[in-house]
């Protein structure tokens, strides 16, 4: 290796790793697909335990003139396998005549990440570096509220959710389960659903709001996002159809962490799911899978994404 790439190689890195830790964090406040078919119908009274498998594997590029200084080239790859646990209760209880739950979510799982970067100087040439990494640790701890309301067909819902620090975090690493910084997230939703028809349709938008990261001095811009799903009950208990969302950066990032300047970012996605109600020793269960294609990505990684959730009900017989 050359003298001088034995000077810029960390420094490119260094930067790289610092923005792909703030800013392109996979397990973050609000999951791309998160939200789906029936969000907007209140569970009834009483305990439910979400259990929420979630499988992402994202790539990006990027490549950009700098001032004064030459061209650089950025890839990144991230794979994440996380398990998610959200108790809830639903109070029998009405608030401004809908039906209000709690929630508190909590994952654990492991997290990969690959950067590779090129920085061209004038004179000196290419030069190159790559750096891996990989953890297995527990998330950050994501607490939520709702109101659900129901008229017929129509239900609809307001929620506020945020995201506690506590997850497994290192500035100096690429692969991170925590954050490092609170952010919060509200927003409504609406979903249509006829028994009768089998039909089920449901629409839900929402905005955050990330902190600083202390360790980086990195602040992603505020975001809004909107999960949209679809469905048809060709039995009277299984469901199939389609699913997809609509993310945008509303507002730039912000900090000296921000190296590679006020990047506002984009995504969508769309993909097939289904799910079913069964009984279990008296109890109503339900199960549903799903995945996403991403494309349109702007300032961010995308690929694809696979969640596996299971409703149980804790009710007294």
């Known amino acids: 290796m050359k003298p001088h790439a034995r000077l810029w190689g960390p420094l490119i890195l260094g930067a790289l790793a610092s923005h792909a830790n703030a800013d392109e964090s996979i397990v973050n406040l609000w999951r791309p ?7 907007a119908i209140a569970h009834e009274p009483g305990w439910t335990l979400p259990v929420v ?18 061209h650089l080239d950025t890839k990144v790859k991230g794979r994440v396998n996380m398990a998610f646990f959200v108790p809830t209760y639903t109070f029998e ?3 401004w005549g809908g039906r209000p739950s709690l929630g508190l979510g909590i994952g654990a ?4 990440s690959q950067a590779a970067a090129t920085l061209t100087v004038p004179v000196l040439g290419p030069i190159s570096g790559t750096q891996r990494d990989a ?3 527990v998330s950050d701890i994501y607490p939520n509220a709702n109101v659900k309301w129901n008229d017929g067909v129509h239900s609809y819902m307001a929620y506020a959710s945020g995201v ?8 100096s690493r690429l692969a991170n389960t925590g954050a490092n910084r609170w952010a919060v997230d509200a927003g409504a939703g609406y979903t249509y659903f006829d028994q009768k028809k089998g039909l089920e349709f449901s629409l839900v938008g929402g905005m955050n709001y990330k902190a600083r990261n202390p360790a980086s001095d990195y602040r992603s811009g505020a975001e809004a996002h909107i999960d949209w799903a679809t469905s048809y009950f060709f039995l009277p208990n299984v469901h199939a159809g389609l699913v997809g ?9 912000s900090g000296s962490g921000a190296v590679l300047g006020t990047l506002k970012s984009s995504l969508n996605g769309i993909g097939p799911q289904a799910g079913m109600f069964f009984e279990a020793g008296g109890q109503l269960y339900y199960l549903n899978a799903k995945a996403y ?25």
């Not at 697909?33 to 969000?39: D, N």
């Not at 498998?53 to 030459?70: C, E, H, I, K, Q």
């Not at 506690?164 to 500035?171: H, K, M, T």
Request: glycine share 12%; hydrophobic share 40%.
């Open 109 to 112: 799982g492991r997290t990969r």
């Open 293 to 317: 294609h991403e494309w349109g990505a702007k300032n961010r990684a995308e690929g694809w994404n696979f969640w596996l959730t299971l409703v149980v009900p804790f009710k007294a017989k």
């Open 53 to 70: 498998y979630l499988n992402m594997a994202v790539a990006g590029s990027d490549s950009r003139a700098l001032p004064a200084t030459g």
């Open 135 to 137: 953890v297995t640790g």
């Open 245 to 253: 969302y609509f993310y945008r950066q509303l507002k730039g990032d």
């Open 33 to 39: 697909g998160q939200l789906g078919s029936m969000a």
């Open 164 to 171: 506690l620090p506590v997850g497994s975090y290192r500035q």
């Open 93 to 95: 209880t009405t608030l």
